[in-house]
């Protein structure tokens, strides 16, 4: 009895929100967040802005996306087969699916998504990832059929691409469409009104496959000052804004603040590094590389431009992703170390100014960053002082995004650099760091050649399953970490405030913006209609 | 008002003296030190480097009134080329000239800094350049009245019976008789360049890390608003004392 | 008439050097638009940035390139956004009443304020009250307004949470009654405005009162008072209208000043004007809008500058147009 009774009382414990609270009564409430820039274009595979990303995120559907521990789970795709070796994907799509207009979605939409994607006046950034396709087949409304030429592991996840509905789009007039202001997608969310410059309206899709979501509105409020998101924050205008440590860490202390917002910090998804031109004769011996790394204090640039919310970063995965070798740790802090490498590479200070010199040329290099980063620019500085330190001479220059791509990395007109990848779970490196991606404008600028590590790279593409794709990226972060084509510096924290009467909100790897749909906020609390 | 001015600039000038002495200092970090209000250590505080508010204010100095200084030299040189030539020779010039002056006068200025600057990168010398570069056309408008107002009168006429060239009579007759206004403009010109240079370093745009400008500083106080008050504070009154000082002694010299 | 056509045929002169000017300027420098929200992205392929730079011609020889931008452009149309691909037109036409309310906002606040502080300044001249007041203008016109928008937002907006500190209104304006969104409006814009106007209204009021002294001093005003009449009569019959008279000028010329300013406001306080739209475009190298802005802001300027003449000239029985004086 007595035993009967406690379970009970847990069984009410547990079960008591969804009792007093039914589906119907957590409907309504605003979701009011902010978003530093205008989304650019709500078709999710025009845009390459995070803005734009994270609305249309909520307006439109891939066939599969990550789930909240970043595994790959169906989307629009209930599941999928992997056929012929690698050499086939089949996706078996979702029955019941409607484009917010009330049509229905079919393989049609994924067959003309695909077209668009892969046609040459779409300006699309994503193209690249369905080279490899050779056909793609509708054999019924709910199958679809992705041949490759060869079998294409990061291929899987790149069908996490939002899908369009060819309906509304098969006469469009490439990239000028409406439809990038109206779009119509089969998300959660529904746009109902942009604003432009100041706000983004979304309303819940009653009809979304899922369940509807329970906030009946989202709205992103566009301020490009995250001094200003933050006084939006302190006087209770907006529920949610990424802040800066130094917002986190001195200014969230009060009371009210306290009582009305909780606060969230999780590892990004992204690793700020420093890229050394490996055609410059300055860092074509490694042993020069890895006396930069031991001179640069890691942890001290952490505590002073994240103010302790990071980490140190080890190479190229996710710090907690299972193409990380765990076992690798970072490059430690060593100037004297990195003084004897220096000298074992020929680096000496004969002139007796302070800086090391070999064969009469000093040891005085420039360090490019993009500006308007506060965090890059402070890091650079302390960089700076530490090179200073060994006897290496470090200028800061900072450019403008387009110019720095452009005219300095595009054209390999650099010696250093200081900058961060966005990271995906999908972990696959081959566009960064393969020896065939090294022409004009691709992204190994750095023009890292090292045959393992390519045949490796090539390997893990050509391999489904985890566990055997790990073995060969743990494989593949020795080598980067010992070859330091790349100083890794840190991995940043995401930093998150959120209003406290949002309920449901469970952090997990993939961050906390995972199971939104599932927020509510209780009939008492709610601020808006 | 005027003894307040003259004594700011004297500061100015001696702090700009000692800069190079308090170079290092501005320099030096401190990380177990960052943010911290002003104390008798770091008398202005430190920055979110930890870095000596009151030697990066010194040295700060430097480049914003070299900046301005050196956009005013610019737009003065051009506006009293441009003014004494379409006012000596008149007719076509004349009309050419007045139509480029009305041509830049249309334009928002700072529309047009902003995007040069956005363009070419920012710097202390493209700065400079472009500020000076569109700052030119009051002057040319003042000395052009000055010039017309002169060329018909004796000392000028007689200048030109003894053979006196176009060149010797614009910069050894006339343009010294229009100094004063020149000068009015350019006291008044610095003010003006130096709060646009600050404002170009506000938006973040200005002179580049990690050399201090007093924009510049005040940006990275943008960040640290409502934490460090001192890094907002200072910088401003800085920048507000020297561009008042200019705006006092400037309309004291135009007194007639 | 004939000043008309005068001003007509330079003004054609002048709109072609605007043209240029606003090609020139953004053309002759290195770099192309890209997005520069976007972080490096491994999944933005280079070869993306090509199509983009084939897609919107600027692979073409620059002559060409202004030619056909510049022919388009005299009938109105500045083409398409490279960002989000709308009109330029229509991202301006969005933009610029809001500029247009603030800037006519700071004008009337600046005349208001700033006449009245002048004519004072001008009767009480040379007295202790007079020097205070010339102090503080002169120390408001030389305040960096960007750092008293800095403090101002502090102070009144998260030290006494009294004024809203971004954007023009209330989150969900469009729910409400024609009177509540006035004062919703007017409440968004009590700190930018009164801000930008600072600036304005030191200038103003110092030219004023320098204006109104010289006025008093000229010989119709001794006559008039020697004809007996009222100091008040002097003053606001006959000295006031002639000192007012210069101001339509400054004001004319106080657009460019304006515009510019409205980067700096706009950005502070998150205002979707011309300034952000501008100072965005700027660095996302969305050079359709970029130039079209341009344009636009000189045609403005112009457009202010015409008016004041024209009132200028309609105000001053001096000044007969079309006759040579």
Known sequence: ?529 | MKHFAKAWFLILAAVLLGSPFFAERAGAMDFSRILEPPSLSHFLGTDSLGRDLFARLVCGAGVSVGVSFLAVFISIFLGTLLGAVAGYFGKGIDKLVMGLTDLALCFPVFFLILAVIAVLGPGFWKIAVIIGLTGWMGTARLVRAEVLSLREREFVLAARALGAGAPRIIFRHLVPNAARPIVVNAVLGISSAILTEAALSFLGIGVRPPAPSWGNILNDARATLGVAWWLALFPGAAIFLTVLSANVLGEDIGKP | MNYFLKRSGGLVVLFFGITLISFAVIHLAPGGPTDIYSQMNPKVSAEAAEKMQKLYGLDRPLLEQYGSWAKRVFFFDFGRSFRDGRPVTKKIAAAIPVTLLMSVLSLLFILAAGIPLGIYGAVHEGTRRDGVLSAVLLAGFSLPVFWAALLAMSYFGVGLRVLPVAGIHSLFFDEMTFFEKIRDVAWHLILPVSLSALAGLAGISRFMRANLIQVLKENYIRTARAKGLSERKVLYGHALPNAILPLLTLLGLSVPGLLGGSVIFESIFSIPGMGRLFFDSVFARDYPVIMGVLVLGAILTLLGNFLADWAYAACDPRIRLGEKF
């Open chain 1, 1 to 529: 009895m007595r035993v009967r009774n406690r379970a009970f009382f847990l069984f009410l414990f547990l079960f008591s929100a969804p009792v007093f609270a039914s589906a119907d009564e957590r409907r309504g409430d605003a979701f009011v967040t902010s978003s530093i820039a205008e989304p650019s274009n709500l078709i999710p595979f025009l845009a390459s802005d995070s803005a734009s990303a994270e609305v249309s995120r909520l307006l439109f559907n891939g066939l599969v996306k990550y789930d909240k521990n970043l595994k790959l789970t169906g989307d629009l795709a209930s599941d999928w087969d992997i056929e012929e070796g690698g050499l086939v994907i089949v996706f078996h799509l979702r029955k019941n699916v409607r484009w917010q207009d009330g049509e229905p979605f079919t393989a049609r939409d994924v067959a003309f998504t695909f077209r668009a994607l892969t046609n040459p006046s779409v300006p699309t950034p994503y193209g690249g990832d369905f080279e490899k396709v050779v056909s793609l087949e509708t054999p019924d409304p709910h199958t679809v059929r992705v041949r490759y030429k060869e079998p294409f592991s990061p291929g899987l996840a790149s069908w996490s691409v939002g899908i369009v509905p060819e309906h509304l789009l098969k006469d469009a007039d490439w990239p000028a469409t409406g439809f990038s202001r109206n779009p119509v997608g089969t998300g959660p969310y529904k746009l109902v009104q942009w604003t432009s410059g100041e706000k983004l309206v979304l309303r819940a899709n009653p009809d979304y496959f899922e369940g509807a979501p329970f906030i009946a509105r989202v709205v992103y409020r566009i301020l490009p000052e995250p001094t200003t998101a933050f006084l939006e924050l302190e006087t209770e205008n907006i529920d949610s804004a990424a802040l800066s440590p130094l917002q986190f860490k001195r200014q969230t202390g009060t009371p009210f603040f306290k009582t009305h917002y909780a606060k969230y910090a999780f590892p990004s998804f992204s690793y700020t590094y420093i890229g050394y031109n490996l055609r410059n004769p300055l860092f074509a011996d490694k042993k020069v590389r890895k006396a930069i790394g031991l001179a640069i204090h890691k942890q001290e640039i952490i505590d002073t431009v994240l103010l302790g919310y990071g980490r140190a970063a080890t190479g190229p995965f996710l710090a907690d992703g299972w193409a990380a070798d765990p076992a690798i740790g970072p490059s430690g802090f060593d100037p004297s170390r990195a003084k004897a490498l220096l000298a074992e590479a020929g680096w000496r200070d004969t002139s007796g100014d302070g800086i090391l010199d070999r064969g009469g040329r000093r040891f005085s290099f420039t360090i490019l960053t993009n500006w308007g980063n506060t965090d890059r620019k402070m890091a650079c500085e302390i960089i700076q002082k530490r090179l200073r330190d060994v006897g290496i001479e470090m200028n800061i220059q900072t450019l403008e995004w387009s110019v720095l791509l452009r005219e300095f990395i595009g054209k390999k007109r650099f010696e250093a650099v200081l900058l961060g990848w966005q990271l995906s779970p999908e972990p696959d490196p081959y566009d960064i760091f393969h020896s065939s991606k090294t022409g004009p404008g691709q992204f190994n600028f750095v023009s890292y050649k090292n045959e393992e590590a390519d045949r490796l790279m090539e390997e893990a593409r050509r391999i489904f399953p985890e566990a055997e794709r790990a073995k060969i990226y743990h494989r593949l972060h020795g080598i980067l970490s010992e070859d330091e084509p790349y100083t890794f510096l840190y991995v940043p924290e995401s930093l998150v405030a959120l209003h406290r009467r949002f309920k449901g909100v469970e952090p997990a790897p993939a961050g906390i913006g995972h199971n939104f749909i599932e927020w509510y906020v209780l009939k008492n609390e709610r601020k808006y209609r």
